[in-house]
T-cell receptor, first 109, second 115 residues
Framework: GQNIDQPTEMTATEGAIVQINCTYQ??????LFWYQQHAGEAPTFLSY??LDGLEEKGRFSSFLSRSKGYSYLLLKELQMKDSASYLC??????????WGAGTKLIIKP | TAGITQAPTSQILAAGRSMTLRCTQD?????MYWYRQDLGLGLRLIHY???????GKGEVPDGYSVSRANTDDFPLTLASAVPSQTSVYFC??????????????FGPGTRLTVL
């Protein structure tokens, strides 16, 4: 079956760096997405990786290794507003997104 | 630009009753999707539509039906609600259900409780 694994919850300190990992086993691979979801709100797009390597976008970076079925989202200079859930999703061979359960990130002052 | 709107925001429904969740987008996106989100689980695809006039089944389609009469609207109907359909329902859209960096944009969600 298809599976996306992420840690359930992580805690970090304001101003620090945190890395959220995602491992996947899917039928085919057509890209990996990271979304941010604040409590009670809709998911919003953060990043997209389809080739191996690092994609940087301001304070957020996302890394992909297709051979290892692995990605991470790196958040730098953490701010209180970064407290949210971070969702990893893989587009499979049918071009459907398979979603992880999300990682709840708690930022402490 | 409104993006994607959903209605109602929340609803309490008696088991056995029917209900239609509404979704409208103004981005002229071809593809639309319905997901449900339950605690501890990832978003699960219920139904999708690649273009007006076509629909397809997702991972958890049983108990739900959809229609896509035009580009903008994609209603989700529960014919006879059961408590296991208690969830938060998100509608999403994308330019096309294809590869590349084509991302999905989500509506604000409908919180449904079936008693």
């Amino acid at each position: 079956g298809q599976n996306i694994d992420q840690p359930t919850e992580m805690t970090a300190t304001e101003g620090a760096i945190v890395q959220i990992n995602c491992t996947y086993q899917t039928s085919g691979f057509n890209g990996l997405f990271w979304y941010q979801q604040h409590a009670g709100e809709a998911p919003t797009f953060l990043s997209y990786n389809v080739l191996d390597g690092l994609e940087e976008k301001g304070r957020f970076s996302s890394f992909l290794s297709r051979s290892k079925g692995y990605s991470y989202l790196l958040l730098k200079e953490l701010q209180m507003k970064d407290s949210a859930s971070y969702l990893c999703a893989v587009r499979d061979s049918n071009y459907q997104l398979i979603w992880g359960a999300g990682t709840k990130l708690i930022i402490k002052p | 630009t409104a993006g994607i709107t959903q209605a109602p925001t929340s609803q309490i429904l008696a088991a056995g009753r029917s209900m239609t969740l509404r979704c409208t987008q103004d981005m002229r996106h071809n593809a639309m999707y319905w997901y449900r989100q339950d605690l501890g689980l990832g978003l699960r695809l219920i139904h999708y539509s690649n273009t007006a006039g076509t629909t397809g089944k997702g991972e958890v389609p049983d108990g739900y039906s959809v229609s896509r009469a035009n580009t903008d609207d994609f209603p989700l109907t529960l014919a006879s609600a059961v408590p296991s359909q208690t969830s938060v329902y998100f509608c999403a859209s994308s330019r096309a259900n294809s590869g590349g960096a084509d991302t999905q944009y989500f509506g604000p969600g409908t919180r449904l409780t079936v008693l």
